[in-house]
């Protein structure tokens, strides 16, 4: 069974960072794409970022270049998102998701809340 | 960027209805064209890909039709568990989501 578990999200001042990290499980991780979508209070989803199966390639939506940085350890299974600068825009719950094929997300995780503010 | 509208917003319906549900993107993506389910305090599950493709173990009364601009999400036979806001996404550009259709069950 293909799992997804996101972590280290909570409560951080503006301007501050914070990293949140996803354990997958019941697949073979260093074969596929990975990517974060994110979904405010109420609102719509939002892709932020996708790598790479092999983490060589990486891509951004434009409101968080610059600021985040999606990586990823294979021999961990584990996925990353390094977000700098955070503004209150970024407040949301990141889902971490398996990324498929030309761009469709297969598997998601739980979720995890980060809200910024002071 | 690719902006998908998404029409009705809200839609109520009786169980066991047949219903179609829009997306309409501003330009062509071909059939790079997903939609995704939510259900309340849920995470989003992949419903069809490539706008008219099956997924692995959701019900067979979901289907999805279209390519270009113009694609629809059927429900042949709503039950109450269908319950859930349900998205586009289209992968042929920077990925970019719906804003999402509301179905309400009466």
């Known amino acids: 069974e293909v799992q997804l578990v996101e972590s280290g999200g909570g409560l951080v001042q503006p301007g501050r960072s914070m990293k949140l990290s996803c354990a997958a499980s019941g697949f073979t991780f260093s074969n596929y794409g990975m990517a974060w979508v994110r979904q405010a209070p109420t609102k719509g989803l939002e892709w932020v970022a996708t790598i790479s199966y092999d983490g060589s390639s990486t891509y951004y939506r434009d409101s968080v270049k610059g600021r985040f940085t999606i990586s990823r350890d294979n021999a961990k299974s584990t996925l990353y998102l390094q977000m700098n600068s955070l503004r209150s825009e970024d407040t949301a719950t990141y889902y971490c998701?398996?990324?498929?094929?030309?761009?469709?997300?297969?598997?998601w995780g739980q979720g995890v809340m980060v809200t910024v503010s002071s | 960027d690719v902006v998908l509208t998404q029409s009705p917003a809200t839609l109520s319906v009786t169980p066991g209805e047949r219903i179609s549900l829009s997306c309409r993107a501003s330009?062509?993506?071909?059939?790079?064209l997903h939609w995704y389910q939510q259900k309340p305090n849920e995470s989003p599950r992949l419903l069809i890909k490539?706008?008219?493709q099956s997924i692995s173990g959701i019900p067979s009364r979901f289907s999805g039709s279209g390519s270009g601009t113009d694609f629809t999400l059927s429900i042949n036979g709503v039950e109450l568990e269908d319950l859930s806001i349900y998205y586009c996404q289209q992968g042929n550009s920077l990925l970019t989501f719906g804003s999402g259709t509301k179905l309400e069950i009466k």
């Open positions: 490539y706008a008219s």
């Open positions: 998701t398996r990324a498929r094929g030309r761009g469709y997300f297969d598997y």
């Open positions: 330009e062509s993506v071909d059939t790079y």
